[in-house]
């Protein structure tokens, strides 16, 4: 077995409800310190009972991490792959806390988003950090993060969503088959967050190859799960504004692709299942959804190539002992 300067990796996930009476002080976590009105929290609260409370969510990056484990193991890198979550059980300070005490010292941290945005990555390693400096508190030895790069244009992430969308549009009505158009989602993000951030291009860059690699030369990016004030402007077009306006051009068919989700969970299950379909229905537009890559094995390969690249560049060496916790890059 090949020797590790480290000795876990870390997955990061948002965090989803697992019931009824989670629901509410789970979009507590969430929304903390933003502004919301009772109402929309409300309605949001609402989405979640539709499915009973439970986000898929928590299961789904659970077989991630344990078919990435796997994959790791197959490779000779024999590295155990905790889970992390920032709004719900489990939580990142509890994660790291047991991993302290198994005597983690040194971890590949994977963030459970592709593209890169400011709440999509820089948020996550804030609140790894946050837990980090809460173990060190309460007498627990810390633990070094050291980041995968990016993998939003991996081809293994690529070929999983690819063959999501050959599977959608095969559940198309066969005369539509060949019209239908490409369509990828992303979770929408203020329009000022998104001037700093590669967010869109990344987005792009991975809509591009999954479309190349699923045979369409054309394709479409909008944005769903809009939230915060009406007034600040938020990266459009909608999805469901996008399917009315097209259908009124002539498009005769869509395959919807959520590109920018990594688990099929509430976001996706609502906006696209329930609401982008009901949208559909009325404007008598066939529609099929693409899975997300949840536990494809293509998509974990992915995620391996990205822990592995890590693992290779300290092979020789452990990473530089630093006082105190970190993350690093």
């Not at 009505?173 to 060949?178: A, D, I, T």
């Not at 990016?221 to 004030?229: D, F, M, N, P, T």
Request: proline share 6%; net charge negative.
């Amino acid at each position: 077995m090949s020797k590790s300067p480290f000795d876990a990796v870390l997955l990061v996930a948002f965090g989803g409800p697992q019931g009824p009476d989670d629901i509410r002080p789970f979009l507590a976590n969430v929304l903390r310190g933003r502004r919301v009105s009772p109402e929309r929290i409300e309605e949001v609260a609402h989405h979640y009972e539709m499915f009973s409370g439970v986000s898929p969510l928590t299961e789904l990056t659970l077989g991630q991490a344990r078919a990435l484990e796997l994959r790791l193991r197959e490779r000779d890198v024999a590295l155990p792959v905790y889970v992390g979550m920032r709004n719900w059980h489990p939580y990142l300070a509890d994660t790291l806390t047991t991993m302290s005490r198994r005597g983690v010292r040194r971890a590949i941290g994977v963030l459970a988003a592709a593209q890169r945005s400011y709440s999509g990555c820089l948020q996550y390693k804030e609140n790894v950090l946050d837990a980090q400096q809460a173990i060190t508190t309460t007498g627990h030895a810390p633990i070094d993060v050291v980041y995968v790069g990016d993998w939003h244009e991996d081809p293994g992430f690529a070929a999983a969503n690819a063959d999501h969308i050959r599977r959608a549009v095969e559940a198309l009505p066969g005369e539509v088959q060949s019209r239908a158009r490409l369509v990828f989602t992303a979770h929408s993000i203020p329009v000022a967050m998104a001037e700093r951030y590669p967010y869109e291009a990344n987005l792009r860059a991975s809509a591009a190859l999954a479309a190349r690699a699923a045979g369409f030369d054309e394709w479409a990016l909008v944005y769903q799960s809009r939230s915060g004030r009406p007034e600040d402007p938020w990266l459009e077009p909608d999805v469901c504004d996008y399917l009315r306006a097209e259908r009124d051009n002539g498009l005769e068919a869509v395959v919807l692709c959520p590109i920018g989700f990594l688990c099929d969970h509430i976001e996706v299950l609502f906006d696209l299942d329930v609401e982008a379909a009901a949208v559909c229905r009325d404007i008598g537009l066939p529609m099929a959804r693409a899975s997300t890559v949840n536990v494809h094995p293509r998509f974990i390969e992915a995620l391996a190539d990205a822990v592995f690249d890590v693992w290779r560049r300290y092979e020789e060496g452990r990473p530089l002992a630093i006082a105190g916790p970190a993350s690093r890059v």
